[in-house]
T-cell receptor, first 112, second 113 residues
């Protein structure tokens, strides 16, 4: 079982650019959540996708958007990057009828 | 006041020690409580999941929830160097995958051989 797969593992972008991060959920999981983890902080919820719809959203600006595909994989898009967007972006998958999330190893985004 | 408070440490203990990790919270709606372990350069891994108040034991790990005090704990018995990691508490008003998790900052634990 490959678990949750995220790509790329590391990324360096310039302020103002746009970035797309990708996530393949654990086999059998239908729900994907995205979290942002700044250095020395706990993960913060960005949004959750289920049945290709955004089901819940955290306190993040509209610059953060996402998508879920029919195969349950997901993308996180961030526009107009700011230095403060530098963080580890974690994807977590789950089965909506069950508890517990499986996290990927994350994408380390650095904005310069 | 943050919804979830967790002492970031770092906490250093000798091998074999009993480790106590704690979180306090302010939102009385929280019903589901979790502990995650995060190794360096990895994503969080679920260790323990409890509902409402009470204790839950799994091997060397024991999770306690005291909703009256809004206080949760994780105890690690016979700690090993492989337990060295950051421990994150997380909680939610909702069970299953219906809601987002609110995390503490994490406590960095180092177990010395």
């Amino acid at each position: 079982d490959a678990g949750v797969t995220q790509s790329p593992t590391h990324l360096i972008k310039t302020r103002g650019q746009q970035v797309t991060l990708r996530c393949s959920p654990k086999s059998g999981h239908d729900t994907v959540s995205w979290y942002q983890q700044a250095l020395g902080q706990g993960p913060q919820f960005i949004f959750q996708y289920y049945e290709e719809e955004e089901r819940q959203r955290g306190n993040f600006p509209d610059r953060f958007s996402g998508h879920q595909f029919p195969n349950y994989s997901s993308e996180l898009n961030v526009n107009a990057l700011l230095l403060g967007d530098s963080a580890l972006y974690l994807c977590a998958s789950s089965l909506t009828s069950d508890y517990g999330y499986t996290f990927g190893s994350g994408t380390r985004l650095t904005v310069v | 006041q943050k919804e979830v408070e967790q002492d970031p440490g770092p906490l250093s203990v000798p091998e074999g020690a009993i480790v106590s990790l704690n979180c306090t919270y302010s939102n009385s709606a929280f019903q589901y409580f979790m502990w995650y372990r995060q190794y360096s350069r990895k994503g969080p891994e679920l260790l323990m999941y409890t509902y409402s108040s009470g204790n839950k034991e799994d091997g060397r790990f024991t999770a306690q929830v005291d909703k009256s005090s809004k206080y949760i704990s994780l105890f690690i018995r016979d700690s090993q160097p492989s337990d060295s990691a950051t421990y994150l508490c997380a909680m939610s008003p909702y069970g299953g995958s219906q809601g987002n998790l609110i995390f503490g900052k994490g406590t960095k634990l180092s177990v010395k051989p």
